[in-house]
């Protein structure tokens, strides 16, 4: 999935009017991109919502992108890694669970998720937007992604951002047991300080799966990929690290 000179852009998206606004620094302009798309998606139980952010220069690569338990589509998080993604050629579509269209807090049972996650997947390949797809998602919706990707669900690869691997203070309750059942390409963000991943027990789990999983540690990050000051990193080097990681693995796909 090899990138177009996309390596010197960096982008931040904000809502601007009817657009997304892209800065490359290297050109020291804003460039706008095709406005983003408002989506109704059906699935089994009822309709989602979906906005669909296209790159300034597309990869023919499509991200499926599923929010964290406490998240929705547009939240900082969401809209961060959007950016980050668009900015280096990656087409986003990010979507809202059944339960937070509800207006509830508590996430649906994760069959539903995953029924949900599998619906809007088949919506994005009916309107052929890239050639290869790839899933995942923030926290649960990227464990969702990976539940499906157990199941042999078809994708061209499945990216993870701060998986959790255990609830906070919880690290007896591993949710390990399907990891090494997917076979597709992983690659896999966690802090190092991240609660709910325990660097020594991911480690471990890692070592039983396939060369397929990439695990890619981010110093210093917690669950929201957040750095403190004394770090001597900021945010948005962190988010440029995922992004960089992020290129060079699909690169590596071919």
């Known amino acids: 999935f090899m990138e177009n000179e996309l390596s010197n852009d960096r982008a931040s998206i904000v809502p ?3 657009f997304w606004i892209h800065e490359a620094k290297d050109e020291g302009r804003k460039r706008m991109t095709t406005a983003p798309e408002n989506w109704t998606i059906a ?3 009822g309709e989602v919502s979906a906005i669909f952010a ?3 220069r ?5 991200f499926v992108a599923a929010p964290g338990a406490g998240g929705h589509k547009l939240d900082r998080s969401m809209i961060a890694l959007t950016a980050c993604l668009n900015a280096r050629g990656v087409d986003v579509v990010a979507f809202d669970f059944l339960y937070r269209e ?5 996430p649906d049972a994760m069959p539903v998720l995953e029924e949900t996650f599998e619906a809007v997947v088949a919506d994005v390949r009916g309107r052929n937007i890239a050639k290869h797809l790839v899933i ?3 926290s649960m919706g990227g464990r969702a992604a990976s539940m499906l990707a157990a199941r042999a669900f078809e994708c061209d690869g499945l990216l993870l951002v701060a998986y959790p691997l255990h609830p906070p203070k919880q690290t007896e309750k591993l949710r390990v047991a399907h990891l090494a059942d997917v076979r597709a390409p992983v690659l896999c963000f966690n802090g190092t300080r991240d609660e709910f991943c325990e660097p020594a027990l991911m480690n471990e789990a890692m070592s039983m799966v396939g060369s397929n999983w990439t695990m890619h ?5 917690d669950h929201s990929m957040h750095v403190l000051k004394r770090s001597g990193r900021t945010d ?6 995922i992004g960089e990681a992020t290129s060079a693995w699909l690169d590596a796909l071919g």
């Open 16 to 18: 601007g009017g009817r």
């Open 102 to 106: 509800r207006g509830s807090k508590r």
């Open 136 to 138: 995942g998602g923030r």
């Open 236 to 241: 948005v080097e962190v988010l440029d690290e």
């Open 217 to 221: 540690w981010v110093a210093e990050a």
């Open 58 to 62: 597309p990869r023919d690569v499509v």
């Open 43 to 45: 699935t089994p139980r």
């Open 54 to 56: 296209p790159a300034v």
